[in-house]
């Protein structure tokens, strides 16, 4: 199997299993992986996931340095890691430098963990240094399961960035914006914009998951699970059932992966 899940989180072993609880007390969700790398392994290899893309997220300035550690540890034909930045690190341009001058492709933001607004203008130096260092940006977008419902990073704001910054990478999370998916079809749908399907299904139903999928532009649209908070074997039969063509399906499981990534075909 070819499959890329676009969207996966895993932690040091050190740490995995204080992460995982930390995080499950947070909010309704269970895990499932032990939040280990070979516990994603495990889960890949279940699924016929092929790659996944690890997003960490640092939730204060002085994270950036481990989490860039780590990524390069991990890092595999298999595990794609992608770093983090803080909005509050003084040395964000630097260090969205050093992250493409150590071969990582990619940043994770996530407004709520880390308190931002999406368009907020003190963002504007560090999305113009992923541009300039041809990184792709993996953005938490819409709202979030453990938090308030604040419009920090719906359509709107999404919209506005692009806008700002048309050459921005940006791949958007759960169907362009979770649980804000008229706001996503009246703003998004249909436009040059990436996003990855993770947390959708069970949250809008299956056949309006599948119009959304089938309207987007093919070259779009992304497979993502967001593991361990959604089990990725669930994730792959349920893009089975939504019988997409097989062109767009592909596209979906790994051909937009594989080009976003530089991949080799
Ligand atoms: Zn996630």
Known sequence: MNIIDFHTHAFPDSIAARAIAALEAEGPCKALTDGTIN?????????????????????????????????????????????????????????????????????????????????????????????????????????????????????????????????????????????????????????????EISYSKGFIPDNRIAEILNGHPIDYILFGTDSPWMDQSEAARFVDQLMLDTERKTALLYRNARRLLGMTP
């Not at 803080?86 to 071969?103: L, M, V, Y």
């Open 39 to 195: 516990g994603l392994l495990r889960s890949m290899d279940n699924a016929g996931i092929c790659t996944s893309v690890i997003a960490s997220i640092a939730t204060k300035p002085a994270q950036f340095e481990p989490i860039l550690a780590w990524s390069k540890k991990i890092r595999s034909d298999r595990i794609i890691p992608f770093a983090s930045i803080h909005p509050d690190d003084p040395d964000a341009t630097e260090h969205i430098r050093i992250t493409a001058q150590e071969g990582i492709q990619g940043i994770k933001l996530h407004p709520y963990y880390q308190q931002f607004v999406l368009n907020d203008p003190r963002m504007f130096t560090i999305y113009e240094s992923i541009i300039s260092q041809n990184l792709i940006l993996l953005c938490h977008t819409g709202f979030d399961l453990a938090f308030p419902h604040d419009r920090i990073c719906d359509p709107e704001k999404i919209m506005d960035v692009l806008e700002r910054f048309p050459a921005l990478n940006l791949v958007t999370s759960h169907l362009g914006a979770w649980e804000d998916w008229d706001e996503v079809e009246r703003l998004m749908f249909g436009k040059p914009i990436y996003m």
